[in-house]
T-cell receptor
Framework: AQSVTQLDSQVPVFEEAPVELRCNYS??????LFWYVQYPNQGLQLLLK??????LVKGINGFEAEFNKSQTSFHLRKPSVHISDTAEYFC???????????FGTGTKLQVIP | DTGVSQNPRHKITKRGQNVTFRCDPI?????LYWYRQTLGQGPEFLTY????????KSRLLSDRFSAERPKGSFSTLEIQRTEQGDSAMYLC????????????FGQGTRLTVV
């Protein structure tokens, strides 16, 4: 079984400041890792994914994440946030060969003007 | 491209009633997924179809829940004898086949059981 932990339920940050949203996972098998974003009244949208290869992955809207196998982490970062980044962010894992995606509980990013 | 469409967007029902939700995936997508999201939680996997075949089911999908995708296009999720604990957002997603291809989510159907 897989599990995903997002320790921060809410993260307030000032506009143009950097941000890091933390994600840790556990799994007995190798997994693929994802970050999704959910804007108010909209569906989930894929931000970025790690399948294999380089541990630093870049996504849309200037976000990036780094896969750390030894720490079982996949933290999301952005060097300078904008008001439009205010949303809820979900980390997720999927074991190879299966379609079930396990999501974390989400982190609400609030960008303060 | 109309994306993944879910109907209705909101449903209020009395406890004990049956409800049915519909999901229309992106037209060329042969995989379809159902998730449930309760307040303060991330989406929880319920089931997935490849074409008309239901290939994975979560133990969350009790015998009161049934999902179908009869012609490999749209899908329905039915909940019989609804309980207050069924109140949640029900999300549908679709994707192309492959080891990993991006799943596109609909806006969901919010169910309130009173």
């Amino acid at each position: 079984a897989q599990s995903v932990t997002q320790l921060d339920s809410q993260v307030p940050v000032f506009e143009e400041a950097p941000v890091e949203l933390r994600c840790n996972y556990s799994s007995s098998v190798s997994v693929y890792l994802f970050w999704y974003v959910q804007y108010p009244n909209q569906g989930l949208q894929l931000l970025l994914k790690y399948l294999s290869g380089s541990t630093l992955v870049k996504g849309i809207n200037g976000f990036e994440a780094e896969f750390n196998k030894s720490q079982t982490s996949f933290h999301l970062r952005k060097p300078s946030v904008h008001i439009s980044d205010t949303a809820e962010y979900f980390c997720a894992v999927k074991p190879g060969g299966y379609q079930k995606v396990t999501f974390g509980t989400g982190t609400k990013l609030q960008v303060i003007p | 491209d109309t994306g993944v469409s879910q109907n209705p967007r909101h449903k209020i029902t009395k406890r004990g009633q049956n409800v049915t939700f519909r999901c229309d995936p992106i037209s060329e997508h042969n995989r379809l997924y159902w998730y449930r999201q309760t307040l303060g939680q991330g989406p929880e996997f319920l089931t997935y179809f490849q074409n008309e075949a239901q290939l994975e089911k979560s133990r969350l999908l009790s015998d009161r829940f049934s999902a179908e995708r009869p012609k490999g296009s749209f899908s329905t999720l039915e909940i019989q004898r609804t309980e207050q604990g069924d109140s949640a957002m029900y999300l549908c997603a679709s994707s192309l086949a492959g080891e990993y291809t991006e799943a596109f989510f609909g806006q969901g159907t919010r169910l309130t059981v009173v």
